[in-house]
């Protein structure tokens, strides 16, 4: 794998949040970005036009969809000349408190999330582990969450999905050392995107905020350096790690 910059690197919902972020510090480094979607091409071919340097692209796929994952894998490799990085940043929060949901919601609501959270992240992996192994190796960041480890009261399959993929990164790191293929964890708190941004509202937003000692959520920006960092050569042997980013409002032991 090229060391710093000039890598090819995927960043999955790349069409704004965390992910944008992302793409904007790779792009910033040198490196090429393919910016995936589900259903925004405007938004991401805004990305891609405010991104620094050349050789990006707009790939697109419902994660939900394996045939459309390995498609979109495929395209963004082949635009960008292989893969070097993967950064499993796309997921969905939606509440299903099991106190209040039918048996057929409860059972869409864990379909749904796990889904794209978990079994979507799963098979872009097994897609892009095929060019990274083609190209003698490679660094996979998965974007978790603190509710993995706090949990999620009114979003259980959402913390269950977090801490799954929490598990699969772990197991991964092992199995794929030995092909240069590193892979490491952000668990970020409470970000400030459109995800959040009904709940930063109003008294609500006080509240989260003020679960921070810091008084504060965190930017995608902040999101953005840490995945750089781990994806640096530098992060190679914190294979396995999952780096808690939330303003100390959740720290475990
Ligand atoms: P966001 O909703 O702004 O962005 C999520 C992206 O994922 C969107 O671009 C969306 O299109 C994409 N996506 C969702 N379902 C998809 C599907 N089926 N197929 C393809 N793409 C799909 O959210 P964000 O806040 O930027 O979150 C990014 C990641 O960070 C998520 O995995 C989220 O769980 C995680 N995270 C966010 C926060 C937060 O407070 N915002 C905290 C911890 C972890």
Redesign the pocket.
Known sequence: MPEGSGRAVLV?????????AVARAFAALGDRVAV?????PE?AGQVVGSLGGEGHAVVQ????HAGQVAAMVDEAAAALGGLDVLV??????AEHPITELSYAEWQEAWRETL???LV?AANVTWCAVRHMLEGGGGRIVN?????AFRGEPTAPA?GAS?AGLNAFGQSLARQLAPHGISVLTV??????????SEHLKASRGEEIRSQSPFNR??T?EE?AAAVVYLASPEAAFASGAILDLNGASYLRT
């Not at 668990?187 to 959040?196: F, I, K, L, N, S």
């Open positions: 999955t919902g790349a069409s704004r949040g965390i992910g944008r995936h979607h589900r259903e925004s938004l796929a419902d994660l939900a499993n940043n796309a997921g969905i929060y889904g794209v959270n979507g974007v978790s969450s603190r509710g959402y977090k668990a970020p708190g409470y970000v400030e995107t459109d995800m959040t959520v965190a995608p999101v």
